[in-house]
């Protein structure tokens, strides 16, 4: 059974650009979260995503958007590309909350 | 403000020695509990949860966590480290409401180091 899937793994884009980030979940998971771990710290919480709607979302600007299709997988779309957009982009799937999130292994985004 | 502390930035200990990773949270009420694990380039990887029944609870790897109410706190134990275990740990919280959506909260995590 697969676990959850990221896609690319690494990303160099320029300041200005934009990017889209691939998830797919695990098997039986219905939501969808995405995360931004910058180096050395936490994961900090971007949205969530439930039934094709973001259902929740963290202190992050308009640039940051997604989406979920009706087989649960998800993307995430960052516009106009900032230096401190770098980071390392983790999706997470789950079916409850008492079940704990299941990680993908992460996009490692790079802006220069 | 829901929070985790998670005060050790940094935690070296030797092969064979005991492991004690410290976390504490800020929220009105109990919350669901976990820690996750982290390898270099890696995502995270479930190691314990707790929600409620006995306080001390069991996880993967070895690992075991203690919920103390009292102390807001839910620290990582193992009785002895292998080298295996170098990695960084993050405990996180998620409210315990049974309606709605849910995020799960970070602490900073502890980077562990294993001397040989």
């Known amino acids: 059974d697969a676990g959850v899937t990221q896609s690319p793994t690494h990303l160099i884009k320029t300041r200005g650009q934009q990017v889209t980030l691939r998830c797919s979940p695990k098997?039986?998971?219905?939501?969808v979260s995405w995360y931004q771990q910058a180096l050395g710290q936490g994961p900090q919480f971007i949205f969530q995503y439930y039934e094709e709607e973001e259902r929740q979302r963290g202190n992050f600007p308009d640039r940051f958007s997604g989406h979920q299709f009706p087989n649960y997988s998800s993307e995430l779309n960052v516009n106009a590309l900032l230096l401190g957009d770098s980071a390392l982009y983790l999706c997470a799937s789950s079916l409850d909350r008492t079940h704990g999130y299941t990680f993908g292994s992460g996009t490692r985004l790079t802006v220069v | 403000a829901q929070s985790v502390t998670q005060p050790d930035i940094h935690i070296t200990v030797s092969e064979g020695a005991s492991l004690e990773l410290r976390c504490n949270y800020s929220y009105g009420a109990t919350p669901y509990l976990f820690w996750y694990v982290q390898s270099p380039g890696q995502g995270l990887q479930l190691l314990l949860k707790?929600?409620?029944?006995?306080?001390l609870v069991q996880g993967i790897k070895g690992f075991e966590a203690e919920f103390k109410r009292s102390q807001s706190s839910f620290n990582l134990r193992k009785p002895s480290v292998h080298w295996s275990d170098a990695a960084e740990y993050f405990c996180a919280v998620v409210p315990s409401t049974t309606s709605g959506t849910y995020k799960y909260i970070f602490g900073t995590g502890t980077r562990l180091k294993v001397l040989a």
């Open positions: 098997s039986g998971h219905d939501t």
């Open positions: 707790y929600f409620s029944g006995d306080t």
